[in-house]
């Protein structure tokens, strides 16, 4: 495969950004190649610099759940940046994604638009401490929940310990708040309870984790969160940055039916522009200013062409049987590859989950936390990388992300996507 053009690119691209990438995981870095220059994508296909094509099932880490460049998402785009990008009053379009969003939305009933994941994220952090006027949290290894300082933290040696923290320049001071947990032990959480009583403003989950492979949890286990939090008038945040519009309208919190008390979103929300979100009661939401004493802003909050964006987007999640048809699509890969590598009595395990699915290296696994996930099987999966994107198909550039499949995807896409991955497997693990 020609990349030279990528090649060069990325090298005009380390002189003047770190690392030539506005985002770490983009660098390629942990499947060995130079990172792909895209140049543009159109349904479920997308072109590099130098003309290569694949189908592509990263969908810019989610947000695509149309695929590229959807004709009414665009077209919304064009007609209302033709009228002006951002005036820093409210406007209509911020209205009309809220009541778009609200009313078709059993658990949320009041929504605040930000520019990120991350900032969602910290938002509802700061909601949560300030409602509870109590400033430990805990979070789960193996949950992502973007860059903010108090969750760049890792686990500490033992249970129900605070953390460290996982990136320089974070302040042990602000990790010390931080308690890191295990996903799916009960009883860790009983104890950091029973520690720190009153201390703990809230629980911070990706009910559906999905950052770190695709690390499904028992409905009893998400349930057991709400009632641990309850208990303790400690807040659930569920943070459906990735799960939210993608499960279905509802997110995790429709899927199993649990009332968190504030969800994060990002990604799909803003139809493929910078948005982010936190939702609430209107009663929890009344604490953020300008009603309330917690202060949350942003300049570009609510921008009229990203709110256009996400209202032509989300327009089209809520047809009938969207997500219905999207999960067959979805579970017709998953089977196609799943039934072949079981056949041949491969080491691949595919846990999926509406229109996310995510490939295990090791046989019938059934993995809940990250401590399960086998480094070495990662060097699988680098192989299995760079065999389809010489077949044309680009998966997200990590063992560890998870895959998204688009309403874009034809039927076509799916059979050679199914075909060229068995013969990858056949490659690195047939006789
Ligand atoms: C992507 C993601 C974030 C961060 O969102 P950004 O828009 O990248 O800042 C936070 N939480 C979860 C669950 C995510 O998947």
Redesign the pocket.
Known sequence: MNIENSIKLFDRANKVTPGGVNSPVRAFKSVGTNPLFIKKGKGSHIWDEDGNEFIDFCCS??PLIHGHAPESVIKTIVDVASEGTSFGTPNYLEVELAEQIVSNHNYIEQIRFVS????A?MSAIRLARGVTKRDKIIKFSGC????ADHLLVKAGSGLATFGTSSSAGVPEAFANETIVLPLNDINALKDAFETYKDQIACIIV?PIP??NGLLLQEKSYLEFLRTITKENNSLLIF?E??SGFRIGFEGAAGYYNIQPDIM?Y??IIGGGLPV?AYASTTEIMNNISPNGDVYQAGTLSGNPVAMAAGIAQLKLCLKDDFYSDLEDKTKRLKDGIQNHATQKSYPVTIPQIGSILWFAFEKDADIKSDDQIDPKSMGYFKQLHQYLLSEGIYFAPSGYEVTFVSSAHSDEDIDKTISAVNSGLDKIFGA
């Open positions: 880490w989610g990120s994941g991350t900032e994220v992502y929940h973007g860059h990706e999905a950052n943070d940055v990735i994060t990002g990604k982010g």
